[in-house]
């Protein structure tokens, strides 16, 4: 086999499938062999370029005029005509946002959108965040056993997503099947006999975007992300365009919420696992923040991300045509001891590890981060001061929606015994 610029497809090169097996079960130590001997590599099962070296991932990010993001949300698997017809139906048109547009239309639009993201502007959401969290906590903490994504940590973030973009708060059930469907269009790989129950969903998502988006132009003067950009609208029209707006109404939600959800529960599993560093937590909450880091770096939720060359280019001594779409494991960059020393291993005093990759890096670097290490922070402060002795259920197996880059468990069972809370023993 060839790649598309004539060189041999290795066999792992030929064998590689990141919807199924080894990079579901471990992404990062899935691709070792690419990181040691062959850094960037053609898939063909993919039709794209991989890159898993932590210099060459963050040279890809940087460079975001030669490496553009404009395949940032496009289908990595094309659908068959039943299900594009599903789509058409709904009038689905879901285009650039900010993450996937190319400047110069780009950066204005971020600037013209940066305040609400800021610490001071931040810092109002930090109280309700709390309050969330508490009284999630306050229902399960006599049971003596939780299944956390259910009970608490789909639904916070989700909620703190909703505030944030002033979005109404609506039916979650709903807004998770949306959700779903939203990362298998986008990143999965569905057989065709799927597909069209994801574009259903996928078409209503849409459609539910637009029809807040109607409802918040009547009165644009709540306090969320959303109603900021209408505002800015009249004045900047080329830049705040309807497109934008539709768009962002419906991938904000994904953005804002699903990504927070996924970190905070593979931090939590992560830490439950490593029962010392937990310990060490509870002990002293000052290790918070960094252990955040820590955990995004090891396992981060958006694990991987896409761009397109604009020209014909190299990374490393690996020549790139034009057009050529690039698949950048993030989480494999993470884990890639020529920048990290021992990187699997899960360090909380790592005085790197904020360099990690989780969040990209550059120009499209994630707006939300300070949200979500403010949620992240918060889980872990509760959960720590409030159920220290918090275990995960032995044996248990953690099952991930099959797809490139969204990645958390499914569901995180955990158990304690009740008669030992501090709030009991200590009130
Ligand atoms: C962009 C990850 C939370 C809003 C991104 C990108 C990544 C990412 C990988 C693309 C970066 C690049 O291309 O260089 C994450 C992770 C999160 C998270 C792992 C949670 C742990 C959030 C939250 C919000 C948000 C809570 C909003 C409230 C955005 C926006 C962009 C973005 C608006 C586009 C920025 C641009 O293109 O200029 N995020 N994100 N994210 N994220 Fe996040």
């Known amino acids: 086999r060839l790649s598309p610029t004539g060189c041999p497809v290795s066999a792992n090169a030929a064998a590689f499938d990141p919807f199924t097996g080894p990079y579901q079960q471990d992404p990062p130590s899935s691709l070792r062999w690419s990181r040691d001997e062959e850094p960037v590599f053609y898939s063909p099962k993919l039709g794209y370029w991989v890159v898993t070296r932590y210099e060459d991932v963050k040279a890809v990010f940087r460079d975001n005029i030669t490496f553009s993001p404009a395949n940032a949300l496009e289908k990595i698997t094309p659908f068959g005509d039943e299900a594009n017809a599903v789509l058409a139906k709904y009038d689905y048109a879901m285009d650039r946002t900010l993450v996937n547009e190319d400047e110069p239309a780009h950066m204005p639009r971020r600037r013209a959108l940066m305040e609400p993201f800021t610490p001071p502007a931040l810092a109002h959401h930090e109280p309700m965040v709390r309050r969330l969290v508490r009284e999630h906590v306050d229902r399960f903490i006599n049971n003596g056993r939780a299944e956390l994504v259910d009970e608490m940590l789909y639904e916070v973030p989700l909620t703190v997503a909703l505030h944030f973009l002033g979005v109404p708060e609506e039916d979650h059930e709903t807004l998770r099947r949306y959700s779903v469907a939203h990362t298998l269009n986008t990143w999965g790989r569905p057989a065709p006999e799927e597909q069209v129950a994801i574009a259903e969903n996928v078409g209503k998502f849409w459609q539910y975007a637009g029809k807040i988006l109607d409802k918040m132009r009547e009165d644009p003067s709540g306090p969320g992300w959303m109603q900021y950009g209408i505002r800015l609208q009249p004045e900047m029209p080329d830049i705040i365009t309807d497109s934008y707006l539709h768009s962002m109404m419906m991938a904000g939600i994904v953005a804002a919420h699903e990504t927070t959800a996924l970190a905070a529960t593979n931090a939590i599993k992560l830490l439950l696992e490593h029962r010392t560093l937990w310990e060490e937590i509870c002990d002293d909450p000052n290790l918070i923040p960094n252990t955040v880091e820590e955990c ?129 023993t200590n009130p």
């Open 296 to 424: 995004l770096r090891f396992s981060g939720s958006i694990i991987a991300w896409r761009r397109v060359a604009t020209k014909d280019t190299k990374i490393g001594d690996v020549e790139i045509p034009k057009g050529g779409k690039l698949l950048i494991v993030n989480t494999s960059a993470n884990h890639d001891e020529r920048f990290f020393d021992n990187p699997d291993e899960l360090d909380i005093r790592r005085e790197n590890a904020s360099d990690h990759l989780s969040f990209g890096y550059g120009a499209h670097q994630c707006m939300g981060k300070n949200l979500a290490r403010m949620e992240i922070q918060i889980f872990l402060e509760e959960l720590t001061t409030r159920l220290p002795h918090l275990e995960l259920v032995p044996d248990q197996e953690f099952t991930y929606l099959p797809n490139t880059s969204f990645r958390g468990p499914q569901q995180l069972w955990v158990q304690w015994d009740p008669a030992k809370n501090p709030e009991r």
